[in-house]
């Protein structure tokens, strides 16, 4: 090799690891979607088909990504040239999905940002509606007059929500009125660029070091609140909601499919994550056992924080006088405006919304600079001998951090949450990840092989996984991924805002060509590597099927076709 090129590296110990999957898979899907899903899909049913999801998708594509990353020790694109060149479109579409992640969900931590600056305030801006930004309709819940107010009429709006509206993001009348950029977001969106590339900018080095608080802070915070929350008057009611048995609600397709997406979207499976914070353990890690203990800690965490949540809008519902479902929001709503609003009629107001808000920081953090370094990752060990020089890691990462800033100036405008949530509903999340879950486990369960995996598995740990996972690999995992694909296509509603903005036509056609542009990578990708080959079809088809890294081979091996990659490529791509 190259003097000049620098190693790849890795993990400086296996808690680093696993503190880094941790913060990864453990994110604001876990406090802000999992509780409302459960209460909105009937409660401790919602279990059910939830639990399903994690043992014959969840668990075995968690697996699947890891041991893959561990093996190849490459990232989330080149592995797929070692294991199935002709799936090599799953690793360009799972990249593409994370680099509009990374548009996307740093937003969402500069406005937490800005609750939590708002936070040491002697009063809470979204407590009372003495402000300039609030309107007649507001109403204050500090008083048992309001209250009572806002019992009898419905056209009025609490102050948290126009704080929310108003103050936050000067919302426009749609997504066709831009208006000028939010400069305090500005600035909150600058800070936060700048943790998270300081974060990452040294690669495992760096990361490494910063999980250690990132990936454990938010759990004492999370500890603090389940414990004021359910202190509180109103709790036990809360809680009631939250898991409350409705057994008629499984036979409703929409549960089983929103269970599906919880799965797939908070396990982080399909995109390449995985697969890349795997590519840095030693070879003989026993990845086996972290994967159930991570899987394990991803759901825990779900079902407590559901405890947290609930507990406090149990709390909020018995101070209005109102029930459960009136107050249970989920998403922005939940984080920005129910949960606000339920901490300034605490004592001590200022105190628990700094907790709140500072757990949600570092949980959508941990989340952020971790698939920053799976983006630089993947794009580095595509270019190894151009991008793993001196210094030219930190110059990329600066010029990926500002293309991905600038990019994202338009979601911080006065129309910039419509632009929001269209990349979010449309480019992210849904049907994108389940078509890439589907094709990824027919590439590896039939093409590259479920008895090859579980020998290179044997290899690497000493163990000898159950046939279960096989079953999965094989028939279980593609099968359900494709019919959640095919219903969530069936069921697909257009994106809405506040159950009252419609977007317009070409908002939609915008939504589904985000959409389209990662899953016609994978067919994309493997039409094109069959025309460029020479020899017929059948020939050309065997080739890119046979993975350059096979079961027989030794460490040493392994090790030399890394140092030499793209020699040892080159020739295979172009038989």
Not at 46 to 65: A, K, Q, W
Not at 134 to 144: G, H, I, Q
Not at 238 to 257: C, H, K
Not at 317 to 322: F, P
Request: glycine content about 8%.
């Amino acid at each position: 090799m190259d003097p000049e090129v620098e190693e790849r590296g890795h993990w400086g110990s296996k808690v680093e690891f696993l503190l880094a999957v941790a913060g990864n898979v453990v994110g604001l899907g876990n406090v802000w979607r999992f509780p409302y899903l459960c209460y909105k899909n009937g409660g401790g049913v919602f279990l059910v088909p939830y639990l399903v999801f994690v043992v014959t998708c969840g668990v075995p594509l968690f697996l699947l990504e890891t041991v893959i990353g561990q093996y190849t020790q490459e990232g989330s694109v080149t592995c797929w040239r070692k294991l199935c060149p002709l799936a090599e479109g799953i690793g360009y579409g799972g990249l593409l999905i994370l680099l509009y992640s990374c548009m996307t969900y740093i937003i969402i931590l500069a406005w937490a940002l800005f609750y939590l600056v708002f936070s040491f305030s002697s009063e809470l801006p979204w407590a009372s509606c003495n402000n300039y930004w609030n309107t007649d309709e507001c109403v204050d819940f500090s008083t048992a007059n309001e209250t009572i107010r806002w019992t009898n009429r419905t056209n009025l709006t609490s102050a948290a929500t126009e704080f929310w509206e108003r103050r936050v993001l000067a919302i426009s009348g749609g997504i066709e009125e831009l208006g000028g950029i939010r400069w305090e977001v500005l600035l909150c969106l600058i800070t936060m660029w700048v943790i998270c590339y300081f974060c990452i900018w040294k690669g495992v080095k760096s990361t490494g070091k910063v999980v250690y608080f990132t990936a454990t802070f938010p759990y004492v915070m999370l500890i603090i609140l389940l414990i004021r929350g359910l202190s509180l008057p109103g709790a036990f009611e809360g809680v009631v909601f939250y898991l409350l048995p409705d057994p008629s609600r499984l036979t409703d397709s929409q549960v089983w499919m929103e269970a599906g997406a919880q799965i797939f979207f908070s396990y982080s499976v399909g995109v390449g994550n995985l697969a890349v914070l795997g590519s840095y353990n030693t070879y003989n890690n026993n990845c086996y056992r972290d994967c159930l203990w991570l899987c394990l800690l991803n759901s825990a965490t779900s079902i407590i924080a559901g405890f947290a949540v609930f507990s406090v809008l149990g709390f909020m519902a018995h101070e209005q006088g109102v029930s459960v479902e009136e107050v249970a929001e989920s998403g922005p709503g939940l984080a920005f405006i129910a949960y606000p609003q339920a901490v300034a009629m605490m004592p001590l107001p200022q105190l628990w919304s700094i907790c709140f808000f500072v757990m949600l920081i570092l949980l959508g953090l941990d989340t952020h600079f971790v698939v920053m370094e799976v983006v630089m990752t993947s794009i580095i060990d595509m270019f190894p001998r151009v991008m793993r020089r001196a210094g030219r890691r930190e110059r990329f990462l600066l010029l990926f951090c500002l293309i991905c800033f600038i990019s994202q100036l338009i979601m911080i405008t006065e129309g910039g949450m419509y632009v929001f949530q269209l990349f979010d509903y449309y480019a992210c999340n849904g049907v994108c990840i389940l078509f890439l879950c589907m094709f990824e486990a027919l590439a590896l369960g039939w093409v590259f092989g479920a008895e090859r995996l579980y020998s290179i598995i044997k290899d690497m740990t000493g163990v000898r996984l159950n046939s279960y996972f096989k079953i999965c690999w094989l028939y279980l995992t593609p099968l359900i991924s494709m019919g959640s694909f095919i219903c969530s296509l069936i069921e697909y509603q257009p994106l809405t805002f506040n159950r009252w903005y419609v977007y317009p036509s070409w908002s939609y056609v915008l939504g589904w060509v985000l959409a389209l542009s990662s899953i016609l990578l994978v067919p994309g990708w493997a039409f094109y590597k069959l025309c460029a080959g020479t020899g017929t079809l059948g020939q050309r088809l065997q080739c890119l099927c046979q993975p350059v890294l096979d079961n027989s081979s030794t460490q040493t091996q392994r090790t030399e076709l890394q140092t030499v990659g793209a020699e040892v490529l080159k020739p295979f791509m172009t038989k």
